[in-house]
């Protein structure tokens, strides 16, 4: 795709929101809706309470820095450790047949517990707190990272594995420059599934029990029946989540893009 499209494409998608934004901002005043405020109460909230802070900073305000950071902060920890531990695991079990065969049964049985019924369990673990949080976090993210990561392992072109042995490559050569290249798009396949997903069990971790973050804030405004805010967190975190995914897609973007020209090639 040329410079010009991409503008182009970009300018579509930034219109086709600000129609949307417009039409509920009209939509809302016009039905004068406690349940529904329009945006421009939505984002007045937003600034007030988190991002009215000085620009040392960051403009963060006493209540974004207590509540907004810590749960960022839960959510770049979970996704690291997911990172750290699905990778490595997944890239064994997905070229050792042994390791898998001794695993699989097991990796399908704990991927299979829902998330939800965890968390009393990590309440036992770790009580209240962020370990808590981070551990739910984990618990959901590393599925899609772990599997597509085997997936990804276990289906390196034979051809690809045929020259690195002529070439007589070292086992650490054909790991660093065959496999995990050729694994790596699914690979951040499972990591941009598992960015969104994050997002949702930091809340949920938030909502069971905590002292500060996005949940702990939207429990309290519920309870208060302080629906501004509750929206205020709603939008935030499409916000967050719209921005992590497009930091993951230019990252993506750069990694692969000797891949996409070996498709173009071969095409």
Known sequence: MTPVLRRLRWTRQWLVLAAAVYLWQLWASSRQSPFFPPP???????????????????FLSADGTGNVVPSVERVLIGLAIS???AVPL???????????????????FARAIPVVTAAPVFLALFKLGTQMEVATIVSGTIWPLLLNTIDGARTV??????????????????????????????IL????????????????SELVGSSDGLGYEMTNASNSFD???????????????????????GVERSLLRWHRGARLSSS
């Not at 421009?40 to 960051?58: K, V």
């Not at 064994?92 to 399908?108: E, F, I, N, S, T």
């Not at 396949?189 to 949920?204: A, D, K, N, P, W």
């Not at 629906?227 to 897609?249: D, F």
């Open 40 to 58: 421009s109460a939505i984002f007045a909230q937003m600034h007030q309470r988190w991002f009215s802070g000085p620009a040392a900073h960051l």
């Open 227 to 249: 629906l501004p805010t509750v929206w205020a967190v709603v939008v935030l975190l499409g916000i967050a989540g719209y921005v992590l995914n497009a930091i993951l897609y």
């Open 157 to 186: 072109p034979a051809l690809q594995l045929e020259t690195a042995a002529a070439f007589r490559l070292s086992a650490r050569d054909r790991l660093t420059r065959v496999i995990i290249p050729s694994a790596l798009p699914k």
């Open 90 to 108: 997944g890239l064994a079990v997905g070229r050792v047949p042994a390791l898998a065969g001794y695993l699989d049964p097991l990796l399908q």
């Open 189 to 204: 396949t499972g990591l941009r599934l598992s960015v969104s997903l994050s997002l949702i069990l930091m809340v949920f």
């Open 83 to 85: 990172i750290v531990v």
